[in-house]
């Protein structure tokens, strides 16, 4: 996904040394917001401008509470994967 980087950037630094029921509910907050972002902004009027229908969007096809929850999985997992993507230098035995 083209924009996992930058939610797990900005769930890193909404969330950098806060306790991980906070980070799941942030996680939580922005999963939902990048849904309403590509659902409603992006996928609703783009693919019916490319392939001529709205397969993804229609809700006789995809039920729209499914299409949330895997956001939500993925924002989800995202908070409790967190510490392993992690960034630390390294740094040169002494």
Do not use: C, N
């Not at 930058?6 to 806060?18: C, D, I």
């Not at 783009?46 to 299409?67: E, F, H, N, S």
Request: charged letters at 10%; proline letters at 7%; hydrophobic letters at 55%.
């Amino acid at each position: 996904m083209a924009l996992g980087v930058p939610f797990f950037v900005t769930l890193v630094r909404l969330t950098e040394g806060k306790s991980t029921a906070y980070r799941l509910l942030v996680a939580a907050g922005l999963a939902v917001v990048l849904w309403i972002i590509t659902f409603g902004g992006i996928l609703s009027w783009l693919q019916p401008l490319i392939i001529g229908g709205r397969w993804i969007t229609d809700p006789t096809v995809l039920p729209t509470w499914v299409a949330l929850m895997t956001h939500l999985v993925f924002g989800l997992t995202l908070a409790l994967l967190y510490p392993l993507g992690r960034f630390q230098p390294y740094r040169i035995p002494a």
